[in-house]
């Protein structure tokens, strides 16, 4: 359920900035959830960051809504498919995720118009008993 689900507290350190952060590291998870933290979104020149966009291993892209406070819950009933991705299932090993924050004109697949304002990466990895 999504109250199990892990969290991740968002922060400068994990933030991909011209450079390769170092990537936040989980088990696999059907859903995840973000905290803000200290964080503050910067504005695009295209508009205020209002979305999440993922890039699931080599090319599962998906996108919701940011909600306006609160956790940031990506799951089922959050992720919109894009570019003829399948429904969203769930974050599986071995796979990289990259999380990209910005402004969407939610405009008409299957381009959908996105400025990125934050960017961190999530790797799921089968944990070793």
């Not at 400068?12 to 390769?20: K, L």
């Not at 910067?42 to 699931?56: F, K, Q, R, S, Y």
């Not at 498919?81 to 405009?107: I, R, W």
Request: aromatic fraction near 10%.
């Amino acid at each position: 359920s999504v109250a199990d689900s892990p969290i991740i507290v968002l922060d400068s350190a994990h933030q991909n900035e011209g450079r390769v952060a170092h990537p936040y590291t989980l088990a696999p998870v059907s859903s995840l959830r973000f905290d803000r933290g200290d964080v503050v979104f910067p504005d695009t020149e295209l508009g205020p960051t209002n979305a999440v966009h993922i890039m699931l291993g080599r090319g599962l892209l998906y996108r919701m809504k940011l909600p306006d406070e609160g956790l940031i819950v990506l799951d089922q009933s959050t992720l919109e498919p894009l570019k003829g991705s399948p429904d969203f299932t769930g974050f599986e090993a071995p796979y990289e995720m990259m999380v990209a924050f910005g402004h969407d004109a939610f405009a008409a697949q299957p381009v959908p118009h996105f400025k990125t304002s934050w960017l961190t990466t999530v790797k799921f990895e089968a944990l070793i008993p």
